[in-house]
Antibody, heavy 124, light 106 residues
Framework: QVTLKESGPALVKPTQTLTLTCTFS??????????LSWIRQPPGRALEWLAR???????FYSTSLKTRLTVSKDTSENRVVLTMTNVDPVDTATYYC????????????????WGQGTLVTVSS | DIQMTQSPSSLSASVGDRVTITCRAS??????LNWYQQKPGKAPNLLIY???SLQSGVPSRFSGSGSGTDFTLTISALQPEDFATYYC?????????FGPGTKLDI
């Protein structure tokens, strides 16, 4: 059974660094084709893809946020960490981690399993 | 980055109706297009991947079609549990993007 769960602070102050952890089970991020993304959703608004880390440690970031984001993985501990520097109130959102598994070259990178999300509020 | 648009942004319908939601990409994405359903306070749920493949466990009243830049999600006969927000997402480039969503209500 695949599960993912996000954890991190519920409240951070502007200019601080936000660190979120995704702890997962039921799959290994070292499996060829496995990928894990971070996605956020401000209250009442649409989904926004932030970053992705792949089984081979390749990393990809949203163009608009790439200077502020870092994603890393601890394969042995089944965890992926996202850090976001210099947060602002506009970063207030529910943050999700989600898995994609592509076992062929042709893959639309669907997110087939999601965490429950964690709400992060940026406020002084 | 590839931009995704959806129409309509909101839609009112009744149980039993046939509903179609459209998603358009700013450039060709072949069939690298996925659809999700999201209910309030919940994570999105994958419905359709690769434009037309039904995800395991998803009712057959959901179907997807399209390729290139234009895609559709069709619900053949709305059920009460289908009232939700629907998002498309492209996986053609490594920089993934979602559409703005279509809210389907009664």
């Amino acid at each position: 059974q695949v599960t993912l769960k996000e954890s991190g602070p519920a409240l951070v102050k502007p200019t601080q660094t936000l660190t979120l952890t995704c702890t997962f089970s039921g799959f290994s991020l070292s499996t060829n084709g496995m990928r894990l993304s971070w996605i956020r959703q401000p209250p009442g608004r649409a989904l926004e893809w932030l970053a992705r880390i792949d089984w081979d440690d390749e990393k990809f970031y949203s163009t608009s946020l790439k200077t502020r984001l870092t994603v890393s993985k601890d394969t042995s501990e089944n965890r992926v960490v996202l850090t976001m520097t210099n947060v602002d109130p506009v970063d207030t959102a529910t943050y999700y981690c989600a898995r994609s598994y592509c076992n062929s070259g042709r893959c639309s990178v669907p997110f087939d399993h999601w965490g429950q999300g964690t709400l992060v509020t940026v406020s002084s | 980055d590839i931009q995704m648009t959806q129409s309509p942004s909101s839609l009112s319908a009744s149980v039993g109706d046939r509903v179609t939601i459209t998603c358009r990409a700013s450039q060709s994405i072949s069939d690298y297009l996925n659809w999700y359903q999201q209910k309030p306070g919940k994570a999105p749920n994958l419905l359709i991947y690769a434009a037309s493949s039904l995800q395991s466990g998803v009712p057959s009243r959901f179907s997807g079609s399209g390729s290139g830049t234009d895609f559709t999600l069709t619900i053949s006969a709305l059920q009460p549990e289908d009232f939700a927000t629907y998002y498309c997402q492209q996986g053609y480039t490594t920089l993934l993007t979602f559409g703005p969503g279509t809210k389907l209500d009664i």
